[in-house]
């Protein structure tokens, strides 16, 4: 079983849909992060965060420590959110541990 | 992503042929690392530094080396290519800070094919 493990693998949605993508993880963590993976391009960092709740835009990441889960919710989906999204644990000792990544489709 | 320059983007190797993927940084990161990103797995460490002349194995490191001999620069060589490192490459710098300050910033990837 992997350390991380996000769900689900695809989705596909309609724009302007609530998205909600989850993350579960094993191990005990320092800090939680989730990245953006664009067709064809780098992986750039959305958030980090170890407890409650951070908000950038239409984005929001909450992680709930005890039950060691997170979860990345878009609001009011466009197309140009298509792109995999990919949470990356912090288990200590300079490290990440990645999920696999979510791929995410927002049709027009 | 702004700090972190790797190339080249795309590579055709063929099989038995060697190759060096660059990895340069400017953010003064001590922490340097090579990644493969295969279809339906997460990046997968192959090999890490911790600083200049310091480097250490990930969890694939079969066939690769790397060395560091700047803060700067990391590169990864493929001594000789095999079907199996079909794959897409990410380097990666990152500054590990306390209280949840952690900074990580990634190349735009290599997708290599070896034929």
């Known amino acids: 079983k992997n350390e991380v493990e996000q769900s689900p693998q695809n989705l596909t949605a309609q724009e302007g849909e609530f998205i909600t993508i989850n993350c579960s993880y094993s191990v005990g963590i320092s800090a939680l992060h989730w990245l953006q993976q664009h067709p064809g391009g780098g992986i750039v960092s959305l958030f980090m965060l170890s407890s409650g709740k951070k908000k950038h835009g239409r984005l929001i990441a909450t992680i709930n420590i005890q039950e060691k889960h997170s979860s990345l919710h878009i609001t009011a989906s466009h197309p140009r959110d298509s792109a995999v999204y990919i949470c990356?644990?912090?288990?200590?000792?300079?490290?990440?541990?990645f999920g696999q990544g979510t791929r995410l489709t927002i049709n027009p | 992503n702004a700090g972190v320059t790797q190339t080249p983007k795309f590579q055709v190797l063929k099989t038995g042929q060697s190759m060096t993927l660059q990895c340069a940084q400017d953010?003064?990161?001590?922490?340097m690392s090579w990644y493969r990103q295969d279809p339906g797995m997460g990046l997968r460490l192959i090999h890490y530094s911790v600083g200049a002349g310091i480097t250490d194995q990930g969890e694939v490191p079969n066939g690769y080396n790397v060395s560091r001999s700047t803060t700067e620069d990391f590169p990864l060589r493929l001594l000789s290519a095999a079907p199996s490192q079909t794959s897409v490459y990410f380097c990666?710098?990152?500054?590990?800070?306390?209280?949840?300050?952690?900074?990580?910033?990634f190349g735009q990837g290599t997708r290599l094919t070896v034929v």
């Open positions: 990356a644990v912090e288990p200590g000792a300079q490290k990440l541990v």
């Open positions: 990666a710098s990152t500054q590990f800070r306390s209280f949840q300050n952690t900074e990580a910033f």
């Open positions: 953010m003064n990161h001590e922490y």
